[in-house]
């Protein structure tokens, strides 16, 4: 065997690991890359369009959003205050001894009737802007609710 023959085998065999090694790289960030894609679209509901109350209540000027929120708050001073509260009631309620499911079935039933009044008093915000508005500015709202509709994946729409 000559010298040059034993340095080419070598050199060779390590040329085709580095090639497989990068092929298997190279899938792995495929496979990774598709994954997240794939996934990704499903947690953000794709082509859902959003809820008609969160239309609603986005296309109310600032202040009254402030207000809506406000008043749904409570004295808790803000949403997250709220939703806290209700949760350890919850807790409370479940952790109770003897169990109180007609305490845990109201406590439920006032949480609905706030969602409710919530839900009302955008609606009635919402209605009172519409009505407010000229025959054009309702007819291009529409144009712009439908396209917002239609395409749901676009974000921040504003009018």
Do not use: C
Not at 11 to 30: D, E, F, K, P
Not at 37 to 44: E, I
């Amino acid at each position: 065997m000559t010298n040059e023959t034993r340095t080419s085998k070598p050199g060779r065999r390590l040329r085709w690991l580095l090639m497989a090694s990068l092929a298997l790289n190279l899938a792995v960030v495929g496979v990774v890359a598709g994954a997240a894609w794939r996934f990704n679209d499903h947690k953000r509901g794709a082509g859902m369009p959003p809820p008609v109350g969160a239309m609603l209540f986005r296309d109310l000027d600032a202040e009254t959003r402030r207000s809506l929120r406000s008043t749904a708050e409570g004295e808790h001073g803000s949403y997250k205050g709220r939703r806290r509260a209700e949760g350890d009631k919850v807790v409370e309620l479940l952790r109770a001894s003897p169990f109180d499911a007609m305490a845990l079935g109201g406590m439920l039933e006032a949480q609905a009737t706030r969602r409710h009044e919530f839900q009302r008093s955008v609606q009635a915000a919402w209605l009172d802007q519409i009505v407010a508005m000229t025959v054009g500015e309702r007819a291009a709202y529409a144009d712009q609710l439908e396209q917002r509709i239609q395409h749901p994946k676009r974000r921040n729409w504003r009018h």
